[in-house]
């Protein structure tokens, strides 16, 4: 495999302006039984897709078609993750990541996803140019996780320079990629940016840890952050070098993931403890 980042690259920090208050209304996604529903990307047809548990050990993965869930599920694996898509294709992992992820195209022909000499794969999206990327553990553990890219069946590395784990979530019609990083397990994750040989550390202003989770054509940015070790996530929307922070009401931590060209987002939170199970959403914003 060819490394992405085999030569170090300009390194830059974002300078944000100071976060605004974007407001949002919640539709919100919630698969019956389930103590978890987890929304992480838009599906081909602009629905939402995800995952879901009855129990946090079984998952599978659900298309969301106006409130009727279409479930996908492989028999013989371990679980089913849907991650995210493109007009035509599926892509996800299968819980542990040991057996590979796998691409699920529009004719339902189903593609495995393995890194070579990876230990466990997880695909993490899939671009317009049907360009496959996520994460991968290597067995070494040195580093830890890497990035890495699908493309035309070549499989190309990508890591944060001195990074342990580097995560690549997102690439959209620019050739902008996004993900997350992390120096060491001592260290908090922080986002990142890579454009035409220039890296940008993306962290939401005064935050302990941000992860950068996706990114639109319009360049627009999403993930969250938490504002201490002990703090509850909130979502985050960067559009240039202005953010917005959001949250569904009553929401105790929340995971935002996916942003389409409307500017709506995906993700899931979590209720106070004991009135009710984690639910997916979508939130579109109030212009």
């Known amino acids: 495999m060819k490394h992405a980042l085999n030569v170090v690259p300009t390194i830059a920090f974002l300078t944000a302006s100071a976060a605004w208050a974007q407001s ?87 593609t495995t996803v393995m890194v070579p000499g990876s230990s466990a794969t997880f695909p993490t999206g899939i671009d317009a140019a049907g360009d496959v990327f996520g994460y991968f553990y290597v067995p070494s553990g040195v580093p830890e996780e890497q990035g890495f890219i699908l493309s035309n069946g070549t499989y190309t590395t990508f890591d944060y320079p001195n990074a342990q784990d580097t995560e690549v979530n997102g690439i959209n019609k620019l050739g902008e990629i996004v993900g997350s990083y992390r120096l060491s397990t001592s260290n908090p994750f922080s986002g990142f940016v890579y454009h035409k040989g220039k890296l940008t550390t993306i962290n939401y202003p005064g935050a302990y840890q941000t992860s950068v989770q996706g990114i639109n054509d319009a360049g627009e940015i999403v993930g969250y952050y938490s504002t201490s070790v002990s703090a509850g996530n909130l979502g985050f929307v960067l559009n240039g070098t202005t953010f917005s922070s959001f949250a569904p009401p009553t929401a105790t931590n929340t995971y935002a993931y996916g942003i389409n060209e409307a500017g709506q987002v995906v993700g899931f939170s979590l209720r106070p403890s004991g009135s009710g199970p984690e639910f997916g959403w979508v939130a579109t914003p109030v212009n």
């Open 24 to 110: 949002f209304t919640f539709e919100t996604i919630e698969i019956p039984d389930a103590v978890t529903t987890q929304a992480t990307a838009f599906g081909p047809s602009g629905q939402p897709i995800g995952y879901f548990s009855p129990n946090f050990f079984n998952f599978e993965s659900f298309i969301d078609d106006a409130g009727t869930f279409k479930t996908v599920k492989f028999e013989g694996k371990a679980g089913t993750l849907l991650r995210g898509a493109n007009a035509t294709t599926l892509v996800g992992d299968t819980e542990s990541g040991a057996e590979g992820g796998f691409i699920l195209d529009a004719s339902g022909t189903v």
